[in-house]
């Protein structure tokens, strides 16, 4: 079946615009994360969804950031007011359910780049 | 928050050669994952180990738990230029709202010349 799907798959902005990326995770997973890997290091949390409400958000670096997941399946993250620190590949996941051994399948990830 | 440390940061070595990469943290792992990550692609599940002293082999990578579920090992026999990527261990939360969240170390850095 169709892996986690991640749109686009890089993101040219300027300093200030807003932009917008998107996951669209396997069909019927009820998990879902955001991370963000900057380059020569690992990911890092953002934020999770167990269906449609955020469960923890406490990996948002600030309040220009915010995702949404209406429906329960396709997530939106947000990015305002960009600024070149927030230049990185992000990265959605899901599983299907929240264990802590459950398996996470990756998308391949958003290259974000704030000229 | 608890942190991985993983060393070394960079691996460069010839075709058959063997070689360790090693994770570790001050705090207990409920369980423990190992990743491999190529360009332009996400992390890709390799193993996940929960109990203490536990040994897992993938055909030519063996991954090794620490008795006391604070450190792991991963050892790739016979290394071949297509286990070049980028490797990386993480711990999941276990519990509450943070159930699930990873945590990864930096990564090593894997290339096999052939």
């Known amino acids: 079946g169709a892996g986690v799907s991640q749109t686009p798959s890089n993101k040219v902005t300027e300093k200030g615009k807003y932009v917008e990326l998107r996951c669209d995770p396997i069909s019927g997973h009820t998990a879902l994360y955001w991370y963000r890997q900057s380059l020569g290091q690992g990911p890092e949390f953002l934020i999770y969804?167990?269906?449609?409400?955020?469960?923890?958000d406490s990996g948002l670096p600030n309040d220009r950031f915010f995702a949404v997941r209406p429906e329960g399946s396709v997530s939106t993250l947000k990015i305002q007011r960009t600024e070149r620190g927030d230049s990185a590949v992000y990265l959605c996941?899901?599983?299907?359910?929240?264990?802590?051994?459950?398996?996470?399948?990756f998308g391949p990830g958003t290259r974000l780049t704030v000229l | 928050t608890q942190l991985l440390e993983q060393s070394p940061q960079f691996l460069s070595i010839q075709e058959g050669e063997n070689l360790t990469v090693y994770c570790n943290s001050s705090?207990?792992?409920?369980?423990l994952q190992w990743y491999r990550q190529e360009p332009g692609e996400g992390p890709v599940l390799l193993v996940t180990?929960?109990?203490?002293?536990e040994v897992k082999k993938l055909k030519r990578l063996t991954f090794q738990f620490g008795d006391a579920r604070k450190d792991s090992s991963l050892h790739i026999t016979a290394a071949q230029p297509g286990d070049t990527g980028l490797y990386l261990c993480?711990?999941?939360?276990?519990?509450?709202?943070?159930?699930?969240?990873?945590?990864f170390g930096q990564g090593t850095i894997l290339t096999v010349h052939p």
């Open positions: 996941a899901s599983s299907l359910k929240r264990a802590h051994t459950d398996t996470q399948y």
């Open positions: 993480a711990s999941a939360l276990n519990g509450g709202t943070s159930y699930g969240k990873l945590t």
């Open positions: 180990v929960v109990t203490g002293g």
């Open positions: 705090s207990v792992f409920s369980s």
């Open positions: 969804f167990q269906g449609t409400g955020a469960a923890d």
